[in-house]
């Protein structure tokens, strides 16, 4: 084979850096919210300082009062907290098959290396980068929720909810391998013990919000099914990094996350806005008036459904007035982007393909981070040289890898709010 010094200098030559902005129209959130880059420290822990509670030894006194004397109270000094939060980066690695004649043949010259693996690194930086996505927003929570339960069988057809459906999820998805956990997070389908009893998507049916599901294993071919959560297969939900929604997510009832207990400061709650019907303009404002009381006063962030996207374009367009330079040979009406001016600063609305119709969220992107060891990038093992083929562990040819480690992590949850319950 070809020297890999050369491969791995082509490679950075070609690709290198440009993995997530290559797929910017599907990592809307993921370009939006920066990258950290930390070392671990003992315990496997990114470790981030936050502020929960102000100093309080502050003393009020009028003019010509001395406190402390003639009975004028002096308060003590009354210590402010700041608690270690604890991150935990969670891990993706994504591997493709490359032959080794596809190889040994391209490391002549940049044109010939780029022809050979374009399509392998498109297809896989892709598909990291749309998992990296998606645990950005839906991490921990799963890709939607099976309604009724479905026939029996080796093939089973599920229908998602209509609160729980993006139909983005699941482009380019068929033949992803898939788990069911229950709402508390246990895990019900029995899942692979080898490669081909996994439960798989045959196909996908947008118009019915719904999977057709190879089903190899018995004991899955007669399990109901009703109310549980879909995730790509994976050891456990919280092999996920805490996505948007879990953090929106949180509040005084919630378990300890990153080391802090949402019980004990309500500084690391998030804000709810249940039962938001058809989403309007006003409710958005409504919604971000919860993180208002929080001091926020930053350009926040609106994340919502492809579909309610379209309720508020209608809305904009039935409140538009047009002014004497309207003529009706080149009025238009429509908007690609909407941005709405609240008492926080800017509020900006992302339509996005992979929220799920029924929820909406409001994050502030300045305060957020991703904090971890990498970004998406293709695994060069050092050695004697740099490798940027590797030998595959489960069969006689060569693969890529590319890898991620981050998580998803919010210095003040108060300034960020969770809409549940759209409906149309």
Not at 8 to 29: D, P, Q, T
Not at 211 to 231: C, E, K, R
């Amino acid at each position: 084979m070809n020297n890999q010094s050369t491969l791995v200098g082509l490679f950075k030559e070609v690709y290198a850096g440009r993995i997530v902005e290559a797929w910017s129209f599907m990592a809307k959130l993921t370009n939006r919210i920066k990258f950290v880059q930390k070392d671990l420290q003992p315990g496997n822990f990114y470790h981030q300082p936050v502020d929960l509670q102000l100093e309080h030894g502050i003393t009020a006194a009028g003019a010509g009062v001395t406190p402390g004397l003639g009975g004028a109270p002096f308060l003590p000094a009354s210590a402010g907290q700041m608690q270690d939060a604890q991150v935990v980066g969670a891990q993706l690695i994504g591997r493709a098959s490359v032959s080794y004649e596809a190889i040994a043949r391209s490391a002549n010259s940049k044109a010939a290396f780029q022809g050979a693996t374009a399509n392998i690194v498109r297809r896989l930086s892709r598909s990291v980068v749309k998992r990296l996505e998606l645990q950005v927003l839906h991490g921990q929570r799963g890709l939607g929720t099976v309604g009724a339960n479905p026939a029996n069988g080796a093939s089973r057809t599920v229908v998602l909810t209509d609160e729980s459906w993006a139909g983005g999820i699941w482009s380019g998805m068929k033949g992803a391998s898939l788990d069911l956990y229950n709402s508390v997070g246990t895990k019900v389908s029995t899942g692979a013990t080898s490669t081909g009893d996994a439960i798989r998507i045959n196909s996908i049916d947008t118009a019915t919000k719904s999977l057709v599901l190879t089903v190899p294993n018995a004991s899955d071919q007669t399990l109901n099914v009703a109310n549980t959560n879909i995730f790509f297969e994976t050891s456990s939900p919280t092999s996920e990094m805490a996505g948007i929604d879990v953090l929106t997510g949180i509040t005084s009832a919630s378990p300890t996350i990153f080391n802090i207990s949402p019980a004990a400061y309500e500084l690391w709650q998030a804000n709810q806005y249940p039962g938001v019907g058809t989403i309007s303009f006003g409710k958005l404002l409504q919604a971000l008036s919860l993180a208002a009381q929080y001091e926020l006063s930053d350009t926040a962030v609106a994340v919502i459904p492809t579909k309610a996207f379209e309720v508020l374009n209608t809305d904009i367009a039935a409140l538009r007035q047009y002014d004497v330079s309207y003529t009706e040979s080149r009025a238009k009406n429509g908007v690609k982007a909407l941005t709405y001016f609240g008492q926080t600063g800017d509020l900006e609305i992302i339509p996005h393909a992979f929220q799920k119709d029924g929820l909406a969220h409001i994050i502030t992107p300045s305060e957020a981070a991703r904090i971890g060891a990498s970004e998406p990038d293709f695994i060069t093992r050092q050695g004697s040289e740099d490798k940027l083929i590797l030998e595959s562990a489960t069969s006689a040819g060569s693969e890529m890898r590319c890898y991620s480690n981050q998580a998803l992590f919010f210095a003040q949850p108060r300034h960020s709010v969770r809409l549940s319950g759209l409906t149309y």
